[in-house]
């Protein structure tokens, strides 16, 4: 898996009981800053020289340099938000395909773009995730997955349509230029890998044409769909293939399926998915 590190200094994040976090240092702390039932005793300086949202409710508060702000409704609630901050402070963040959009969207959130410094943490996100996250394979699909509790930000930042775009175009490439290492899912030969004990460095089988359909099945309807859309309007993957994809997905999501026997434990679910898989067969 990718991965980015920003920032060089240890972290010195440390707690105080279970809702209370701060920051080791020889000053003290100048500002309380609540998110959800969690309190963060920071300081303002590094906060508000690259946080836009911050700057705006410590200016609309009266308290002085006692300043306490609440912050109830950002996106990955303390988790994010304290990315964030180690960010603000140099401190050494990772950030990964599981836990960058996190990051990304609370970066919308407190307004960290390039108006308020230049190389913010919005910038240097969609720079890893541009540069790396998208040219992955594996890194795309995960990443994907993770926007499903925060599809309305990331579709106005147009994170989703980037990554099924980069999906759609991974799929469309020439399978002689597929090394088996771009899927997860599908169970893996050593001789297929060129790793056997009789295979010389050399794959014995060829990529095949649908070497990414089960990859695929890990995506919710909904994001499924949209990667489909996109792989079918590009014109490249043959109507076959595409075929072969929907048919895997149907097999995934309903075993039974194949055999006229399903059971619909969800059924506005099942028919989503029916109506969809109907719908790309057209």
């Known amino acids: ?59 609309n508060s009266s308290e002085g340099d006692g300043d306490e702000v609440h912050i109830h409704d950002v ?16 401190m050494t963040v990772t950030l990964n395909a599981y836990n960058v959009i996190a990051a990304r969207c609370a970066a919308e959130y407190l307004g960290m773009d390039e108006t308020v410094e230049k190389g913010n943490l919005i910038y240097k996100i969609d720079v890893f995730l541009h540069s790396t996250i998208f040219r992955s394979w594996k890194d795309s699909i995960i ?12 579709e106005e930042v147009k994170l989703i349509s980037h990554c099924t775009d980069a999906i759609a175009s991974k799929t469309s490439i020439d399978v ?44 919710e309807i909904d994001l499924y769909k949209r990667v489909m859309v996109n792989i079918k309007n590009k014109g490249i993957v043959s109507s076959e293939v595409i075929g072969e994809g929907i048919k895997a997905y149907t097999l995934r999501r309903f075993p039974g399926f194949s055999k006229g026997v399903c059971q619909f434990s969800d059924v506005s679910r099942s028919r989503s998915i029916l109506d969809t898989v109907i719908l790309e067969k057209r």
């Not at 702390?29 to 039932?37: E, L, T």
């Not at 597929?178 to 056997?196: A, C, F, L, M, P």
């Open 143 to 154: 990443f994907l997955q993770t926007t499903k509790s925060r599809l309305h930000l990331c």
């Open 75 to 90: 996106p990955g609630g303390p988790t994010a938000f304290e990315m964030c901050v180690k960010f603000c402070y140099g």
């Open 176 to 219: 002689r230029k597929v090394d088996w290492s771009y899927t997860y899912n599908r169970t893996k030969i050593q001789e297929e890998n060129g790793s056997g004990p009789n295979s010389n460095g050399i794959r014995s089988r060829v990529v095949p044409n649908d070497w990414w359909v089960d990859d695929l099945c890990e995506l």
């Open 1 to 59: 898996m990718k991965f980015m590190k920003l920032g060089s200094k240890p972290d010195t994040f440390q707690s105080d009981g279970k809702n209370v976090r701060y920051v080791a240092s020889e000053l003290d702390s100048d500002i309380v800053v609540s998110v959800g039932d969690v309190k963060f005793h920071l300081h303002k300086f590094p906060l508000l020289s690259k946080s836009a949202h911050l700057q705006k409710l410590v200016t």
